[in-house]
């Protein structure tokens, strides 16, 4: 099952590395404050923890602009799912 809501950015874990592409972020950050998020971030909660896989450029633009929760599609797995995204 899968619900959204808004997830404080604060505690929400970015396992992997990514390098964004600077320009998208700016661009996303300009979109962000004049009409909001559109389309939430995936995490997945496992044992109460989130973790974010996607959404690198929403996360880091929501990031920049200081928001302290961001709108995210949560859906819960175990730890054997989030096993598969780290490997």
Same mark, same amino acid.
């Given at each position: 099952m &899968? #619900? &959204?809501e808004a997830i404080p950015i604060s505690k929400i874990r970015r396992p992997l590395f990514r390098q964004n592409?600077?320009?998208k972020v700016a661009a996303l950050m300009e979109s962000i404050q004049e009409i909001g998020l559109q389309e939430?971030?995936?995490v997945l909660e &496992?044992? +109460?923890e989130y973790? +974010?896989?996607s959404g690198?450029? #929403?996360y880091e633009a929501c990031s #920049?602009? +200081?928001q302290e929760?961001?709108?995210c599609r949560v859906r819960r797995a175990p730890r054997a799912v989030l096993q598969r995204h780290l490997a």
């Open positions: &899968v #619900r &959204v592409d600077q320009t939430p971030i995936d &496992v044992d +109460g973790y +974010g896989f690198c450029h #929403r #920049r602009l +200081g929760t961001i709108l």
